[in-house]
């Protein structure tokens, strides 16, 4: 039996992927934005973005997928796991415990007040993780499957 | 304090580099460190030599009540200047003797670690600290003992040092913590002078612990097989371990908690009994082995157990015994042991039979053995003179078995001459032997340190008030856990001592004359050696390693099937047994308040539900899974949980994705259950989903506890800043946890990519590769066909010759 391919290349597909894309990517930045005070946050931001290159993925191919994502995803959820455990520590350095949350304020002139804190750092390490740690998985098995 | 013991830690981390820098003197350039450690701790002698001991702590785990705490008192400094000094000579020393060996930068970083870990050891005055350190030399000498790892040997017996110092080293923890309990403090100075800790209910758990740790480590009968094997290490590390190191350590605690835990009579008979049996075992063993290092190594168990049967024993005079004759050993031993060295590295020789006449072609290194012979076989004037004499009058005025004790002794002393005969004429003197390399004195980095300690062994024995003044009576105070009055002499007259020394002396001379026939008069000891404890240890290993296999193979038999039906009749058991045992099953279920929506999810959830089980399709069972888990979010959503049903819905959809990925390597839908299977797969499922819903049902029915859910809902706002609950759990509140669980699903996708790799690698069946193995095998097949013709024809061709 000849090895069924997944990729049956539907034009449909293939060109409502080129638009959702950019939407899709901006949707999970503006989830994993959010996310304190509406429904949202890194996690779901993440899972998100990885359907987006999924969705790449099954439109095109395996290669375009990981052309379009440029690092190995297993780099990203290296990334992720630093960003999360780096910001557990800037309370250290305030005398408080670790994993205090933190929060600063910067007036911008233009967009108001921007609020940063170790929680969004912490979640932006999170939203890494799960892109890499999904997007590992269905690479790997795609290139199973590619190669 | 703590900057002299990390440093060697921290010059071990640059070793590699300095080695490459210093080139060929990179021993002499690290040796540095130890001799300015030397003088350090030779600074503090004025000091303690006058009874007093120095104390410095550091916090460490101050929530935990662990400190860093080091304490210099005589015993301590006696150590910390025998590790720091005989260290000075090794490292030149190994540096010199390994100067070709690929790995030298690594055997220096080993070596300075273990350097670290053994201060640490005897300077701890915590004990916790102690025990990390403890476990540190373990950890590095096991590293050292298997530094050439290419050889097989080498890895078995470093293996085999660790895993009985290992198993000590545990017991010794759980005697530490109960020592700390009854005391009620971890510091050595505090633990050291309470009362009643003798009469302590754990006081003979606590001791059979410690013991075992101490016996361990010191290589007592029966654990003394470890040590001899452990000369698989190269000859500097053997030096350093046997002199004044990591065999030591062991002595050096039941030295350190004699004042605490000793006089009892349990510690009297264990100590002596345990001491004279290694002494007795060990120099047997040593007097019929013939390989140099062997032969000392075995001398080295003696050593040993003559010090815990002196620290047994427990009187002003044993304690001056023992401290004596623990540093005539390190000197003459660190010394014996580096001749050995120069014996193998100049001449080739391992064993004393290969050897003779050596005096010629290497002087100097004879007089240097010679001199450390004479003291490790305790003749006047060295000072292992000194050091036997205090032994003999310690065991002459013991107040047990003291009889006993001192045949044991002079037995061991008779054999004691004979080894150090064998060591300091065998090799030396007699007919000249051809050895494997031409024989000539090796250069000045091999020869100073057996020099110098050879010398200090003669200097001590002249003038014992030397050592004595300084240090030793400070040692001797710290064991007997009250200052002494005892001075060291060489000449004590003629007296009973001097007799059984004399005596014994002639008789190792005689055994010596007839060393071939009392090796074969012993030679029953190889047929012991088959019922030793050196076959249980094997024996055990080999158990363990089988009943690892066949659980393993038992429990992970591969199968996910069996796995889940395991995993799942666990549950039921265990969880079921609960719910009926504890819980009279009140189940309040109304369905008055559902509402029309709900019932249609459920209905839906249902139907999906059998769908999936019954449809014949791999493409239709995922969709009507994925139908659920939509089912499920729908429901989240209508309960407000809307984050948790985002995630769900999208954690359905790439759950469909990643299916849809791995469908295609899957086998066509078959029927491969048998019928007896699917039902009790059926009843197994069933089971456990009811038992879920009951489950959960109790659970939301008998809730007792405040729920936190509340704190969160009114808190989140004012400490997290944000109005999503959900996330400000997941990012502020329980953000420790949020982070374990990035940690998990990162092994998770490094698993998977493990996984899917190597199989990958493993299976790379194309046609090209099938065809190549057809190929190989058809070739093999016709070439075997060619040989068997070939054999035929010249077997007929044979036949017809003979016609």
Not at chain 2, 299 to 314: C, E, R
Not at chain 2, 441 to 468: S, Y
Not at chain 2, 703 to 729: M, T
């Amino acid at each position: 039996m000849k090895p069924r391919r997944f990729n049956m290349r539907s034009l449909i597909l293939n060109t409502g992927s080129s638009l959702l894309l950019p939407l899709l990517v901006l949707f999970s930045l503006f989830l994993l934005l959010r996310g304190h005070d509406e429904p949202g946050g890194g996690f779901i931001g993440g899972l998100v973005a990885a359907a987006a290159v999924a969705l790449k993925l099954f439109a095109e191919d395996y290669k375009a997928a990981r052309d379009m994502l440029r690092v190995h995803p297993l780099q990203l959820v290296g990334i992720g796991l630093v960003l999360a455990a780096v910001a557990s520590l800037p309370p250290l350095f305030v005398g408080e415990s670790f994993f205090t949350a933190q929060w600063w304020s910067l007036d911008l002139p233009i967009f108001g007040e921007l609020k940063l804190s170790t929680p969004l750092l912490f979640d932006i390490g999170v939203f890494l993780g799960v892109i890499g740690t999904v997007l590992t998985v269905v690479f790997t098995l795609a290139e199973a499957e590619h190669s | 304090m703590l900057i002299a013991v990390l440093s060697c830690f921290i010059l071990a981390c640059f070793a590699p580099w300095l080695h490459r820098l210093g080139g060929r003197h990179s021993g002499w350039l690290l040796a540095l460190l130890p001799a300015s450690l030397f003088a350090y701790f030779a600074s503090m002698l004025p000091l303690v030599s006058q009874g007093h001991s120095l104390q410095f702590a550091y916090a460490w785990f101050p929530g935990m009540g662990i400190q860093l705490s080091f304490l210099v008192d005589g015993l301590s400094l006696l150590f910390a200047l025998l590790i720091t000094g005989i260290g000075f000579f090794i490292l030149a020393y190994g540096g010199r003797y390994l100067e070709k060996h690929k790995d030298l930068g690594r055997f220096f970083v080993f070596l300075l670690g273990f350097m670290g870990s053994m201060l640490g050891v005897v300077l701890s005055d915590n004990l916790i600290s102690l025990f990390v350190f403890w476990e540190l030399t373990t950890v590095t000498s096991f590293m050292l003992i298997g530094f050439n790892h290419e050889q097989e040997d080498a890895r078995k017996k470093a293996h085999q040092g660790l895993m009985i110092t290992v198993m000590g080293g545990l017991a010794l923890m759980t005697g530490f913590i109960m020592l700390g309990m009854a005391a009620g403090s971890y510091e050595l100075s505090t633990i050291l002078y309470s009362d009643g800790l003798t009469e302590h209910a754990l006081y003979l758990p606590m001791l059979l612990l410690i013991l075992l740790g101490a016996f361990t480590k010191s290589a007592q009968a029966p654990f003394h097989f470890w040590l001899p094997n452990a000369m698989a290490a190269p000859t500097p590390v053997s030096a350093y371990l046997h002199s004044a190191t990591m065999v030591k350590a062991g002595v050096y605690l039941l030295a350190r908690l004699n004042p605490g835990l000793g006089g009892t009579d349990t510690w009297l008979l264990m100590l002596t009994l345990f001491g004279a049996l290694t002494m007795l075992t060990g120099i047997f063993l040593a007097s019929r082995a013939t390989g140099v290092k062997k032969v000392l190594a075995y001398s080295t168990v003696m050593a040993l157990g003559t010090l815990t049967m002196l620290l047994g024993l427990g009187t002003e005079t044993a304690a001056l015994a023992a401290v004596t004759f623990l540093l005539a050993h390190a000197l003459y031993k660190g010394a014996l042991f580096m001749v050995a060295g120069i014996l193998d590295h100049s001449a080739g020789v391992k064993d004393f039979t290969q050897a003779g006449g050596l005096r010629h072609s290497m002087p100097k290194t004879t007089v240097v053995a010679v001199l450390a012979s004479l003291s490790l076989a305790g003749i006047i004037p060295l000072f292992g003179f000194v050091g036997k004499e205090l032994l003999l009058e310690a065991v002459l005025s013991a107040s047990n078995w003291h009889i006993g004790l001192t045949i044991a002794t002079v037995i061991a002393n008779i054999l004691v001459v004979l080894v150090a005969a064998i060591v300091a004429l065998k090799p030396w003197f007699g007919a000249v032997v051809d050895t494997p390399k031409k024989p000539h004195d090796p250069d000045i980095a091999l020869l100073i340190g057996p020099a110098v300690l050879a010398t200090l062994g003669l200097l001590f024995g002249l003038m014992p008030f030397i050592a004595d003044k300084g240090l030793l009576a400070a040692a001797a105070g710290a064991v007997y856990g009250q200052p002494i009055e005892l001075y060291l002499a060489l000449w004590h007259g003629i007296n009973l001592p001097l007799m059984l020394s004399l005596s014994s002396l002639l008789l190792g001379l005689l055994l010596f004359k007839v060393w071939g026939g009392w090796r074969q008069l012993t030679n029953f000891m190889h047929s012991a050696e088959k019922i030793g404890p050196e076959v249980v240890y094997e024996r055990l290993m080999l158990g363990m390693t089988q009943f690892a296999a066949w659980q393993t193979n038992t429990l992970q038999n591969g199968y996910l099937r069996n796995y889940l039906i395991t995993t799942l009749g666990t549950v039921i058991i265990v969880v079921g047994w609960a719910l009926l045992r504890v819980n009279q099953l009140e189940l309040n279920i109304s369905f008055q308040d559902m509402r029309v929506h709900e019932v249609a999810i459920a209905v839906l959830l249902i139907f999906s539900a059998l769908i999936a089980v019954l449809v014949r399709s791999f493409l239709a069972a995922v969709a009507m899974l994925g139908a659920l888990g939509f089912g499920v979010a729908l429901l989240y959503v209508f309960f407000s949980a809307i984050d948790v049903g985002i995630t769900q819905v999208l954690v359905e959809t790439i759950t469909v994705l990643l299916l849809v990925l791995v469908l295609y390597r899957l086998p066509e839908f078959r029927s491969l259950s048998s019928t007896a299977n699917r039902i009790r797969d059926a009843i197994i499922a069933g089971m456990t989903g009811l038992l879920m819903t009951i489950l959960i049902l109790v659970i939301t029915g008998a809730r007792q506890l405040e729920g936190i859910s509340e704190y969160f809902l009114q808190n989140s706002g004012p400490l997290g800043h944000g109005r999503n609950v959900v996330n400000v759990i997941l990012v502020d509140f329980r953000a420790l946890d949020t982070l374990g669980e990035v940690f998990v699903l990162a092994l998770v996708a490094i698993g998977v990519y493990a996984m899917i790799h190597l199989r990958t690698g493993a299976l790379p069946v194309t046609n090209s590769d099938r065809r190549a193995a057809f190929n190989l095998r058809r070739s093999q097949k016709d070439k075997a066909k060619a040989d068997a013709k070939a054999e035929a024809e010249a077997s007929a061709a044979a036949s017809k010759g003979e016609e």
